[in-house]
């Protein structure tokens, strides 16, 4: 039956596999070289990519900032204030300031009490915190919330923060001397205990140098006013720069 291979004669045909045995074998190896050597490259291409992917994906998270949770009420939501002069961006404006690559979250709600807290907890978290600035207790004190009670939230809350890893810097409050010796000193005494049991950071009262200033606080006489939050961001500023460092 007459055939032709590639398109030439069946005479060229016999006498080519008669006298070159090994044509067939270069020419498949000629054939299939080119696109195995581009298989190569693409293999290699592929692979050099993953490797700058995988580069790219740890500097991303080198150069991720570290989120910062405020977790408190009225005094750290900015109640009373314009956005610029709340707590939360003059803190963070001064954490960048000092060279700290740092998203501050501002879960804090006005009105919050240490149990309002704890109950909303797990929502917050969705923010996936690295770090927690705590401030709650002084609507409880406000409202004469038993100190046991008091303490017992903010037990919870620590222990749930701490079971995600979560670092936290607490910071205490003291409460009104209206409220009695007695209230005060077993309320007084809950933030430094909870502090030296859970090893926590520990900025002692919240409002250091502006409680009871009237130039530093708004009408109410509770609530700071610009300049009272800058005497805050201020003096709270070195210990939420050492949690931060330490935790990254």
């Known amino acids: ?17 008669r006298e070159k045995p090994g044509l067939f074998r270069r020419l498949s190896r000629n054939l299939f070289r080119p696109a ?13 990519l993953g490797i700058h992917d995988a580069q790219a994906a740890d500097n991303a998270a080198d150069n991720a900032p570290q989120t910062l949770m405020l977790y408190g009420d009225s005094l750290m939501a900015g109640y009373g204030l314009s956005h610029e002069d709340g707590f939360a961006p003059r803190l963070e404006a001064a954490l960048r ?5 740092v998203k501050v979250v501002n879960s804090s709600v006005s009105g919050d009490t240490t149990a309002a807290g704890l109950s909303r907890l797990e929502w917050a978290l969705v923010d996936d915190p690295d770090v927690v600035l705590l401030e709650l207790g002084a609507n409880d004190a406000l409202r004469g919330v038993e ?19 979560v670092a936290v ?3 205490g409050m003291m409460a009104p001397p209206n409220m009695g010796k007695e209230y005060g000193a077993e309320f007084n005494e809950i933030y430094p205990e909870l502090a030296a049991e859970y090893q926590l950071a520990f900025y002692p009262f919240f409002l250091d140098g502006v409680a009871a200033d009237s130039s530093l606080n708004q009408d109410d006489g509770i609530h700071p006013n610009a300049d ?11 210990q939420v720069i050492n949690v931060l460092e330490a935790d990254s």
């Not at 009272?228 to 070195?238: A, H, M, T």
């Open 97 to 101: 300031d000092a060279g700290h690559n």
């Open 1 to 17: 039956m007459a055939y032709t291979l590639f398109g030439q004669d069946p005479a060229v045909n016999q006498f080519t596999s």
């Open 36 to 48: 195995g050597l581009a298989f190569g490259i693409l293999m290699g291409t592929m692979s050099l």
């Open 228 to 238: 009272g939050v800058k005497v805050i961001v201020e003096r709270i500023l070195p």
């Open 147 to 165: 100190p046991s009670q008091t303490r017992e939230n903010l037990d919870a809350i620590i222990g749930k923060l701490r079971d995600r890893d």
């Open 169 to 171: 810097l607490l910071a």
